[in-house]
């Protein structure tokens, strides 16, 4: 009966842990970092995550498999890990996206100025603003900032379709800069 509930319980909590963090922790850290910094530490960490996730899965299905008697037997069970694999992959990702950004905020190297271009304002609860970096190309998502009320109030009274701010950010651990904040 405990087998059982080993066999149950410990994927559904591997599961949950990894929604959790997904859904909660990453977004959580996200807010300290623009999106294209996210977006390109996201791309150096693939490799990485996709040979761990299949590692991970394919030491899990190992005992499965030299219990397997048949060849199609076999062939449904990589199958099966192929598909684990592609499903998980995005949320183990997220995990390691998230562990690193934490690690990177561990220590800062040294700050540093930037020119942000506001393409858009967002009237939320958060005084967000959408914009980008000019010196950057952009595959992913525009970044978007939250702001200081007074801030957002200053940028909100500016006619100018596109303003032009400087941001003051913070190089952490890992090379990638946090912690925007508008220079008045």
Known sequence: MVEKIKEYIIPFLIIGIFLANSYYFLTQESILYLN???????????????????IFFSCIAYKRF?????????LILIFQVVVICVLFHSTFSDLLT???LKI???TSNEIFTTKF?????????????RGIIPSRDYKGTINELRIDPEDFKWISNDPSIDINIELEMTKGLLGIPYNPTVIK
Not at 36 to 54: A, G, H, K, Q, V
Not at 66 to 74: D, F, M
Request: hydrophobic share 35%; net charge positive.
């Open 104 to 106: 990177n905020r561990l």
């Open 66 to 74: 030299k219990n397997e008697k048949t060849i199609r037997s076999k």
């Open 117 to 129: 271009i506001i393409i858009s304002k967002v009237r939320d609860s958060e005084n967000t603003v």
């Open 36 to 54: 294209i910094y996210i977006f390109d530490f996201r791309e150096s960490i693939l490799p990485i995550s996709t040979i761990t996730t299949i």
């Open 98 to 100: 998230t562990i690193g």
